[in-house]
């Protein structure tokens, strides 16, 4: 059953503290975006990987850190340095052809 | 600053009815467009693409583009209660590359009353 899988659905972080969300594909696709989606509005680009060790800094990537050690894995680290990182995060590949798909998200909330 | 462009909304439609939803983009080098549709608390879901000017139609969508005047929308025929949801316009400009890195609209919230 192949897909997007983003883990933990829910996520709290308390001020100060790194927090990492995890995406895993089974798809076999070579490139994984992480997108930010606040309360009524489109989804804005973080970080992105084409290849393996290999990643670029989409549009906001302040305040976070990502790896790419295995093709399957594409994790995202929400540093302290974040300010306002309340949101929900989506995770997403695409086919090499045309567009991308996305996971079921995880939703961070910072108390 | 490549900007994507949609009425938030709401746009209200009866059942049956036809939805126009709008969207137009600043970046002339953007070559992929697409239509998302996301209920509340999901994650998008793609509904159509189209790269050529013209319509391109599948089901009850069809995508309309113009590269021209730098406008794309998405019409939905025979609305139902299930077409209620945030319609996002998505575009791609990686010049045919990273088609996954796209450039989002805020969103237009649909909602077809019975």
Redesign the interface.
């Known amino acids: 059953d192949g897909g997007i899988t983003q883990s933990p659905k829910y996520l709290f972080r308390k001020e100060g503290q790194n927090v990492t969300l995890s995406c895993e594909q089974n798809l076999n696709h070579d490139a994984m975006y992480w997108y930010r989606q606040d309360p009524g509005q489109g989804l804005r680009l973080i970080y992105y990987s084409q290849i393996v060790n290999d990643f670029q800094k989409g549009d906001i990537a302040e305040g976070y850190s990502v790896s790419r050690e295995k093709k399957e894995s594409f994790p995202l680290t929400v540093t302290s340095a974040q300010k306002n990182p309340t949101a929900f995060y989506l995770c997403a590949t695409e086919t090499g052809v045309a567009e991308a798909f996305f996971g079921q998200g995880t939703r961070l909330t910072v108390v | 600053q490549k900007e994507?462009e949609?009425n938030?909304g709401p746009l209200s439609v009866p059942e049956g009815a036809i939805a126009s939803l709008n969207c137009t983009y600043s970046d002339r080098g953007s070559q992929?467009f697409?239509w998302y549709r996301q209920y509340s608390g999901?994650?998008?879901?793609?509904i159509m693409?189209i790269y050529s000017n013209g319509d391109k139609e599948d089901g009850r969508f069809t995508a309309q583009l113009n590269k021209a005047s730098q406008y794309v929308s998405l019409l939905i025929r025979d609305s139902q209660p299930s077409d209620s949801a945030t319609y996002?316009c998505?575009v791609n400009n990686a010049g045919g590359?990273?088609?996954?890195?796209?450039?989002?609209?805020?969103?237009t919230i649909l909602t077809v009353h019975p």
Not at chain 2, 42 to 46: D, G, I
Not at chain 2, 100 to 105: D, S, V
């Open positions: 994507v949609q938030s992929s697409f999901k994650s998008p879901e793609l693409f996002l998505a590359t990273s088609y996954g890195k796209l450039t989002f609209g805020q969103g």
